[in-house]
């Protein structure tokens, strides 16, 4: 069964790191580009962090670069989205992406495989 099983999240003070992890399995994570996305209460899901399928390339949304950090490790199928000096409008639920293909984008309809979404909270 093709599936992204994500891990972490939390709760954590302002200033405050976490880590996302995203597992895949049934499916060749290093075939596909990721993308991490975010929906706050209230407001439409967003786009936070893209890694192509080789690991060269990297872009981030405004709101995290300098923060966030996308990794991956394509020898265990997995993705990373490493989070530094969370703020309180970092609250979200958090989703792993992945679709087949070097290119990552922004754009949700271009995926085809999403994780189960993770809390992260930033409060105090």
């Known amino acids: 069964q093709l599936q992204i099983v994500q891990s972490g999240g939390g709760s954590v003070q302002p200033g405050g790191s976490l880590r996302l992890s995203c597992a895949a399995s049934?499916?060749?994570?290093?075939?596909?580009?990721v993308g991490w996305f975010r929906q706050a209460p209230g407001k439409e899901r967003e786009g936070v962090a893209l890694i192509t399928s080789t690991g060269r390339a990297t872009t981030y949304a405004d709101s995290v670069r300098g923060r966030f950090t996308v990794t991956r490790d394509n020898s265990v199928n997995m993705a990373y989205l490493q989070m530094n000096n969370l703020k309180p409008e970092d609250t979200a639920i958090y989703y792993c992406?992945?679709?087949?293909?070097?290119?990552?984008?922004?754009?949700?309809?271009?995926?085809?495989?999403w994780g189960q979404g993770t809390q992260v909270t930033v409060s105090t």
């Open positions: 992406a992945a679709r087949l293909g070097n290119s990552a984008m922004f754009r949700e309809e271009a995926y085809e495989y």
């Open positions: 049934g499916l060749t994570l290093e075939n596909y580009a």
